[in-house]
């Protein structure tokens, strides 16, 4: 039996992902049999309070998406609801665990497993009353949402202070870029294919994009944005995390500590900035009032819970460089922000201009080879290639070829979230973050933060609905490269 308990059970976090994620998976029929969900939070709710929140929150999904509404009926929805019930917990309350632990059975084989979707200021007060109420025996889980920690030395001392009540593999760091089908298949295009191999490394590529643009601004979530940043919010995590797999030489095997054990080198590798560096090397921005698909779009400093006078970044291009072997001299940009142009996750891989043109300078389309991993909003995999276009004469052209994903594939799309949870459910830490890589992608960020601290003149300003400030194009530009959307 699984006793789910989601800390954080009113917030945005569970509301938008967590209950919609648990209730797909009910209805797919992937819970156990015997599984329970108890939403905990400080308001003061009753079972059917929480019961109706729960309703409304897999209500707006199903009318949101396709996906996770296959399958739902009332009836279905009824059954839910009737295995969820609600405890009221202020975190640092010691009696107030009590309910709580009257509710769980820890006994024989059965596993709680808790979901801390609350602020990493509440990892360790709750984690102690867990312990304190004996309920983290060896069959618990837990599982914590980002961010952890606001920089290095807070997240070693949130991870050390869990590791005196739990075990390395009792803790599920989520990172919910792993549970995305896409990035999954990056590592089996990588290890299971032949051809890329060879090319896969500083003769061949000549620099590597990894982007991840929004449309939505910082929505309900101001307050917590504003004291986060995209830094934080996004680089530390998702797309270090990208980083991390595009670079890892080859694992032993597939198992978890393999892979982590690679992942983990390439952040140790990442070239640490220099305070001037991270000036010449980083680009970040705050947007503007502006508009999103023709529609009007208030500031940044505009939002509710954002002061009016905020130097919070709501933007971020960076060019890494990892030093080993196979990476030396080779810019991995990364960029990320919200209010952009349109909604993606891409990862392009720009290979090396071949050395001689036989067809002269003057063709048009001379850009070289790339292979574009997309991950949203359509996932694919497309290999540019040049041809000849038909016709008189050789001029050539770029052409894609294109593996997209929903046409060559009909099984069930998982959500991210409802994967990492059927995953932390079942044991697998694969698609989890360990300690050591955590503490490898702050080491890489610390320096980052620092010199931003000292310098409020860096941000830049940028116009909702584009692409970012003129800086980031020009990160690429000095190493005679572009984003994807320039060419
Ligand atoms: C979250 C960030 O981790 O990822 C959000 O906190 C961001 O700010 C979200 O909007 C993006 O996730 P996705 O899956 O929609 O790209």
Redesign the pocket.
């Known amino acids: 039996m699984t006793t789910f308990v989601l800390f954080g059970g009113t917030g945005d976090l569970a509301k938008r992902k967590i209950i919609p994620a648990l209730y797909s998976a009910f209805v797919n029929g992937r819970l156990d049999a015997n599984f329970s969900f108890i939403g905990v939070a400080r308001e003061a709710l009753d079972d059917a309070d929480f019961r109706q929140r729960v309703l409304a929150s897999v209500s707006a999904s199903i009318e949101g998406s396709s996906a996770n509404g296959g399958g739902s009926t009332p009836a279905t929805l009824q059954a839910f609801l009737a295995l969820t019930s609600y405890c009221k917990i202020d975190a640092r309350e010691a009696a107030d665990f009590e309910p709580l632990k009257q509710r769980i059975d820890t006994s024989g084989a059965n596993a709680a497993l808790f979901y801390l979707a609350t602020g990493p200021d509440l990892f360790i007060p709750v984690v102690q009353q867990l312990a304190a109420h004996e309920l983290v025996g060896d069959n618990a889980r837990v599982v914590l949402e980002?961010p952890l920690g606001r920089d290095a030395q807070s997240a070693r001392e949130i991870n050390a202070a869990l590791r005196t009540y739990l075990k390395e593999k009792q803790i599920y760091r989520i990172d919910?870029y792993l549970g995305k089908e896409m990035v999954q298949n990056l590592l089996v295009l990588r290890f299971a294919n032949s051809f890329l191999e060879p090319l896969w490394n500083r003769k061949w590529i000549q620099d590597v994009q990894i982007s991840?643009s929004?449309q939505?601004g910082v929505e309900s979530r101001g307050d917590f944005y504003d004291h986060t940043g995209a830094l934080r919010?996004?680089v530390q995590n998702?797309l270090l995390q990208l980083l991390s797999i595009v670079a890892m030489e080859p694992p032993v095997n597939a198992n978890p500590d393999a892979i982590r054990d690679e992942k983990v080198k390439v952040l140790r590798g990442l070239h640490k900035f220099t305070p001037e560096e991270v000036s010449k090397h980083t680009v970040r921005g705050q947007y503007r009032a502006g508009a999103i698909d023709g529609k009007p779009v208030i500031s940044y400093q505009a939002e509710p819970g954002v002061p009016a006078a905020s130097r919070t970044e709501t933007f971020v291009a960076i060019r890494a460089e990892i030093d080993n072997w196979r990476w030396a001299g080779v810019p991995f940009f990364l960029r990320t922000g919200k209010r952009m142009a349109s909604r993606s996750?891409e990862i392009t891989i720009n290979f090396k201009p071949i050395p001689y043109s036989i067809f002269g300078t003057n063709q048009r389309n001379l850009r070289s080879n790339r292979l574009v991993i997309s991950l949203?909003p359509e996932e694919s995999v497309e290999l540019f290639l040049k041809t000849k276009e038909p016709g008189e004469g050789i001029r050539l052209s770029d052409v894609a070829l294109n593996l997209d994903f929903a046409e060559a594939s009909t099984s069930r799309r998982v959500e991210s979230y409802e994967r990492l949870l059927l995953d932390a459910m079942h044991g697998d830490l694969t698609l989890f973050v360990r300690d050591d890589e955590l503490g490898a992608a702050w080491d890489w960020i610390d320096p980052i933060l620092s010199a931003w601290q000292g310098d409020s003149e860096g941000l830049k300003s940028y116009i909702s609905g584009s692409w970012g400030p003129a800086a980031a194009s020009y990160l690429l530009a000095q190493c005679g490269s572009a984003w994807g959307e320039e060419y």
């Open positions: 980002k919910h991840i929004e939505v919010d996004m998702h996750a949203q």
